[in-house]
């Protein structure tokens, strides 16, 4: 008999996934273990940089009105900025227009 491993799959969503322990995943596994993440009332601009592959001159850039902080501590209430960051992609596909041949 071999010995299980143990995978960890991380999903972000609004709602609860409709996953319980001791569910069998077909062709996956039995879930043994859940855990909940909540979003702290304050994040640093480092931690942004790290969940979005940002650097911290752009965040600061794009969420600067919305800190929390002072000049050289960037605190940002994450329920502001989040959305934000998240759908920053939908602004930069629009900032060129077309080329004419």
């Known amino acids: 008999m071999t010995i299980p491993h143990k995978y960890i799959i991380v999903v972000e969503s609004y709602l609860p996934p409709r996953i319980h322990l001791k569910d069998n995943l077909p062709n996956i596994g039995i879930v043994v273990e859940l855990k909940s993440l909540e979003l702290p009332n304050r994040v640093t601009t480092a ?4 969940r979005f592959n940002l650097s911290r001159k752009t965040i600061i850039e794009k969420v600067g009105i919305y800190n ?3 000049e050289n501590k ?3 209430d994450p329920k502001e900025v989040i959305p ?6 939908l602004q930069n596909e629009k900032r060129n227009s077309r080329r004419k041949n």
Do not use: P, Q
């Open 47 to 50: 931690w942004l940089s790290e």
């Open 68 to 70: 929390k902080g002072d």
């Open 74 to 76: 960037h605190l940002y």
């Open 84 to 89: 934000i960051l998240e759908n920053l992609h």
